[in-house]
Nanobody, 116 residues
């Protein structure tokens, strides 16, 4: 098992930046894929960005060129750098760990609010 704790959310003006962090309770070196998801009010949770152990990344079309996901295995932490934020980026942001063996773990989320 792994516990995930997100931080770094907050209120920011459109065009601003935030960096989210996801701290894991144990080594993430062997965790197949780490990802960030978001959920806006009244909408389904959607994938924002993901990164594999090999460093391969995947982004939602809506955030390509603006968001960057990275992982620091030494610190057991995954980051999401969000630039040029838009009001439509508002929502709860959740960290996810996929161990590659059918087990998925979620953090409790951190709120991002972008004011226009």
């Amino acid at each position: 098992q792994v516990q995930l704790v997100e931080s770094g959310g907050g209120l920011v003006q459109a065009g601003g930046s935030l960096r989210l962090s996801c701290a894991a309770s144990r080594s993430i070196f062997s965790i197949s894929t780490m990802g960030w998801y978001r959920q806006a009010p009244g909408k389904q949770r959607e994938l924002v960005a993901a990164i594999t152990t090999g460093g391969r990344t995947n982004y939602a079309d809506s955030v390509k060129g603006r968001f960057t996901i990275s992982r620091d295995n030494a610190k057991n932490t995954v980051y999401l750098q969000m630039n040029s934020l838009k009001s439509e980026d508002t929502g709860g942001y959740y960290c996810n760990a996929d161990d590659g063996f059918g087990h998925f773990y979620w953090g409790q989320g951190t709120q991002v609010t972008v004011s226009s």
